[in-house]
């Protein structure tokens, strides 16, 4: 298996707790995920207020051509208001290691993801990410990016 990995930050002017509650549920992440990938959190959302070490969350999301699979991650580390990452147990990847830091910065946090993915069927695999995998995988962040300015604000607006 090849292994692919990709990084992305951003700044945004709120408080590092606000951004920790925020992205740390993860409730709130079918509101920074494309509408067209029908994202759906399918676990039971009493159990999903506080994220935990172990805890295992469900998803219905169709990433290709309207077609809806199951996903399931796991919460594997968590270090309040600094890391928490999810690794994928089933679902359309092979391996799926995602790493998201938040560090308090002036005026605001700084997050940082570290996604390492890599995905089955050998060469065909390998072809599926350079012809659209990979180039999926950026437009959702950037969707990510553009939606949270639209819910926190634009942190290069606010400097002095």
Same mark, same amino acid.
């Given at each position: ?20 509650? $925020? ?17 759906? #959190?399918?676990?039971?959302? @009493?159990?999903?207020?506080?994220? /935990?070490? =172990? ?10 051509? =309207?077609?809806?699979? @199951? ?17 994928? *147990? ?11 830091? $938040? *560090?308090?910065?002036? *005026?605001? #946090? ?8 890599? +995905?089955?069927?050998?060469?065909? =695999? ?6 659209? #995998? ?9 969707? *990510?990016?553009?939606? #949270?300015?639209? +819910?926190? =604000?634009? /942190? ?5």
């Amino acid at each position: 298996m090849k292994a692919y990995q990709l990084k992305f930050s951003q700044q945004l002017p709120v408080s590092l707790a606000e951004a920790w509650d $925020f992205f740390s549920s993860p409730m709130n992440l079918a509101k920074i995920t494309p509408p067209e990938m029908a994202f759906q #959190v399918t676990s039971d959302s @009493n159990d999903q207020k506080k994220m /935990y070490p =172990g805890m295992i969350i469900t998803y219905k999301v169709s990433p290709l051509l =309207g077609i809806k699979l @199951n996903w399931m991650t796991e919460i594997t580390q968590v270090k309040d208001q600094e890391y928490f990452i999810d690794e994928q *147990r089933f679902g359309p990847y092979q391996f799926w290691h995602h790493q998201h830091h $938040f *560090r308090a910065i002036d *005026r605001g #946090v700084e997050m940082n993801d570290i996604l390492t993915y890599g +995905l089955p069927m050998g060469i065909f =695999g390998r072809m599926a990410n350079s012809l659209f #995998v990979a180039a999926e995988l950026q437009q959702i962040f950037e969707f *990510r990016k553009k939606k #949270v300015i639209e +819910l926190f =604000g634009d /942190y290069s607006a606010t400097e002095t």
